[in-house]
C-alpha cells in the first residue's frame, strides 16, 4: 500500500513508531525543494510574481486544513509549531486572561505532558485548580466526567487519543455535554488527527490543536483550531512583523484581523507547504481507510503474539493502531535496544505522561504504533523476533 | 575478554545484583537517578562513615546496563575512601569518553570499555555514577 512513496522504506527498516513521527512521502519532501528551489519569497509581502505565488500556496493551506477537519472558515485555522505550542496559545493566550482564580480545569493523569504542563504552569499563575477526571480502566467514561463537573468547572482539555494505550475518548459526547454546561473544550489532537477523521463541528470542538509531523507532514509545523469568536479574544502570544495593520510613536497599535493577528513574524512557509501536501495525500487515501487498515493491522498482531510466550499486552481490547506490550521480566528499554538490533524501531517509555504511572502500575512499557504504510509481512517479523527473544540478553549486553 | 564470559558476568549481576533493597535508615543519603532520558529509575543510597563507604544498597526499574553497572560500582566501591572512589570515578569516565584510564583500578567495570561505541547506552552505564558525583558534592559541602 504505497509504501514505494517512502524512500526510507527501501532501507532494512521496520518502523513501527508513528506515534512520535511517522515518515514522510516523496511528494512532501518535493513540495519543500520546490518552494525552496522555483519560488523562494516571503508571505504577505510581496508585489511581485513568486510573492504572489507563496501567498497563494500558505493560503491554500489554510483552506486545506479547514476542510480536513471541516471548520467554518479560514480565520478558525491559525498555523502553529506544533500541537505543544498550539496548546501553549490556547492556556496563555486565551484562558489566562479568561479564567480567573478557582476556576477549575479538567484534566487526566493519561494526558501527554503538553496537555499537563501548561495548565499547572497557569496555576500558579492566577490560581486556576487543575482537577484530573478519575480514569475507569485507564480510560475516560462519560460517568466519570460528569461526576467530575462541578460549577467551577470551566475547562475540559483532553488528548483524543492517548498516546500511550491509545485510547479514544467519547468527545463527542463530551462536546455535547460541555455546550450544555457551558463549559469550553479543548481536545488535544496530536494522535487522532492523523488517524482518522476528526470534525470539529460534529464533535463540538472549541479548540484543537496537531502537529503536521505525525501525519506524514514536516516537523516545526502544526494547527491550532479555534471556534472564531474564541479565538477573536486570543491574545497574541507574540508581537512583530505580518501582525500589526499600523502602529504609531505614540503607542497606537492597531492589530490586523484573524488569522494573521496570531502569527507574527515570517511563518515556516516551506512546512505550511509540506503539511498541504500531507493532507492532500491523506485525503487521497482517505481518512476511514486508514483507521480501518491500522485496526486490522492490531488485530493480526494480536492473533499472532498469541505464538509469543511471556508478551504482556496492555491494551488489546482498544481498537486503535497502538499496542502497549513488555516482555515480562524484561525491562521496556531493553526490549526496544532488542528490537533495534533487527532495525525495528519501537518506543520505550513513559511517553512522557509521567503521572499515568500512579494509576498503570507498570512504569514502562514499549509501544508499537502503527500507520497505514505498515504491513503484515512487518508484524510476522516482529513475532518471530520476539519468538527468538531468549537470545535477548545476548545483544543487549554485547 | 571472551564477549561470552563478559555478558555472563554482566547479566548474572542484572539478574541477582548487589545489595539490592533499600533500607529504613537516616545514616543513608539517597539519591534518585531519573536520567535524561526519562526512564531509568533508580533510587541509591549510600552510607559514609570516617571518610569511607561503609554500604550501598539500590533498588527501582532500569535497564540491564544500568541495572549492572549499579551491581558493579557498589561491588567496587564498598570499603574504598571517598577519595579512592572519586579517583575510579575519574577513570571510569574517562573509559567511557575513550580518554587514557588505569585498567588496574576498574576491575570488573572494565566490562563496559566498548560501551562508548553506542552512545545510547553509555548514558546507561554512567547513570549510577551520576548518583555518586552527588555524593561527592554534598560531602564536600558538608565539609
Ligand atoms: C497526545 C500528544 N499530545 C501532544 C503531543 C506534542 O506534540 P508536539 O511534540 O509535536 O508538539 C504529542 C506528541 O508526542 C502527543 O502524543
Redesign the interface.
Known amino acids: 500500500m504505497k509504501r514505494e512513496d517512502f524512500p526510507i522504506l527501501k532501507n532494512d527498516l521496520i518502523y513501527f513508531d508513528n506515534g512520535a513521527t511517522t515518515l514522510k512521502p516523496q511528494v512532501v519532501v518535493d513540495s519543500m525543494i520546490d518552494y525552496y528551489t522555483n519560488y523562494t519569497a516571503n508571505a504577505h509581502r510581496g508585489d511581485y510574481d513568486n510573492s504572489l505565488k507563496v501567498d497563494m500556496k500558505y493560503e491554500e493551506v489554510r483552506t486545506k486544513v479547514k476542510n480536513f477537519i471541516h471548520a467554518k472558515s479560514e480565520r478558525e485555522i491559525i498555523f502553529t509549531s506544533g500541537a505543544t505550542d498550539s496548546l501553549n496559545r490556547i492556556v496563555f493566550g486565551y484562558m489566562k486572561t479568561h479564567l480567573k482564580q478557582g476556576d477549575e480545569v479538567l484534566i487526566t493523569k493519561a494526558e501527554h505532558a503538553s496537555n499537563v504542563l501548561p495548565w499547572l504552569e497557569l496555576e500558579k499563575e492566577i490560581g486556576i485548580v487543575v482537577r484530573y477526571i478519575p480514569l475507569e480502566n485507564h480510560l475516560v467514561t462519560m460517568e466519570n466526567v460528569e461526576k467530575s463537573i462541578t460549577e467551577k468547572v470551566k475547562v475540559i482539555s483532553l488528548a483524543h487519543v492517548t498516546n500511550v494505550l491509545g485510547d479514544i475518548r467519547p468527545i463527542a459526547e463530551i462536546g455535547k455535554l460541555c455546550q450544555e454546561k457551558n463549559i469550553l473544550l479543548v481536545v488535544d489532537g496530536a494522535q487522532s488527527v492523523p488517524h482518522r477523521k476528526v470534525d470539529v463541528e460534529e464533535l463540538e470542538i472549541d479548540f484543537l490543536a496537531f502537529s503536521a509531523h505525525k501525519m506524514l507532514g514536516p516537523t516545526g509545523v502544526g494547527v491550532l483550531y479555534g471556534k472564531e469568536n474564541l479565538l477573536e479574544e486570543m491574545k497574541p502570544l507574540e508581537f512583530g512583523g505580518g501582525m500589526n495593520a499600523s502602529f504609531a510613536s505614540s503607542g497606537e497599535v492597531e492589530y490586523k484581523s484573524l488569522p494573521s493577528r496570531l502569527e507574527a513574524g515570517t511563518p515556516p512557509i516551506a512546512e505550511v507547504i509540506g503539511m498541504g501536501a500531507a493532507i492532500d495525500y491523506l485525503e487521497e487515501i482517505g481518512m476511514d481507510q486508514i483507521h480501518r487498515y491500522e485496526i486490522e493491522l492490531k488485530k493480526y498482531f494480536l492473533e499472532k503474539a498469541k505464538e509469543v510466550d511471556k508478551l504482556v499486552i496492555y491494551n488489546p481490547d482498544i481498537e486503535s493502531g497502538l499496542i502497549a506490550f513488555n516482555i515480562d521480566g524484561v525491562f521496556s528499554q531493553d526490549t526496544a535496544v532488542y528490537l533495534n538490533h533487527y532495525h525495528i524501531c519501537v518506543r520505550a517509555g513513559n511517553h512522557c505522561a509521567k503521572i499515568l504511572k500512579e494509576d498503570l502500575f507498570v512504569k514502562n512499557t514499549c509501544r508499537i504504533s502503527f500507520y497505514f504504510y505498515n504491513t503484515k509481512e512487518e508484524i510476522d517479523q516482529l513475532i518471530t523476533v520476539l519468538k527468538n527473544a531468549k537470545d535477548l540478553f545476548q545483544i543487549v549486553l554485547s | 575478554m571472551d564477549?561470552a564470559l563478559?555478558?555472563q558476568i554482566?547479566?548474572e549481576h542484572?539478574q541477582n545484583p548487589s545489595h539490592h533493597g533499600l533500607v529504613e535508615n537516616r545514616d543513608y543519603i539517597k539519591i534518585n537517578t531519573n536520567n535524561e532520558?526519562?526512564?531509568?529509575?533508580l533510587d541509591i543510597m549510600y552510607k559514609i562513615e570516617d571518610g569511607k563507604i561503609a554500604d550501598i544498597r539500590f533498588d527501582g526499574?532500569?535497564?540491564?546496563?544500568s541495572?549492572?553497572a549499579t551491581s558493579i560500582m557498589i561491588d567496587t566501591f564498598l570499603g574504598k575512601t571517598l577519595e579512592e572512589a572519586s579517583e575510579i570515578l575519574e577513570n571510569y569516565e574517562n573509559m567511557l569518553n575513550e580518554k587514557e584510564y588505569d585498567e588496574k583500578l576498574l576491575g570488573d567495570l572494565k566490562l563496559y570499555c566498548d560501551i562508548s561505541k553506542q552512545p545510547n547506552?553509555k548514558k546507561?552505564a554512567y547513570l549510577p555514577f551520576e548518583s555518586f558525583k552527588k555524593v561527592l558534592e554534598s560531602q564536600r559541602r558538608n565539609g
Do not use: V
Not at chain 2, 532520558?37 to 529509575?41: F, L, P, R, V
Not at chain 2, 526499574?61 to 546496563?65: G, K, L, N, Q, T
Open positions: 564477549p563478559k555478558r554482566l547479566l542484572y532520558s526519562c526512564i531509568d529509575n526499574e532500569a535497564c540491564a546496563i541495572t549492572s547506552r546507561c
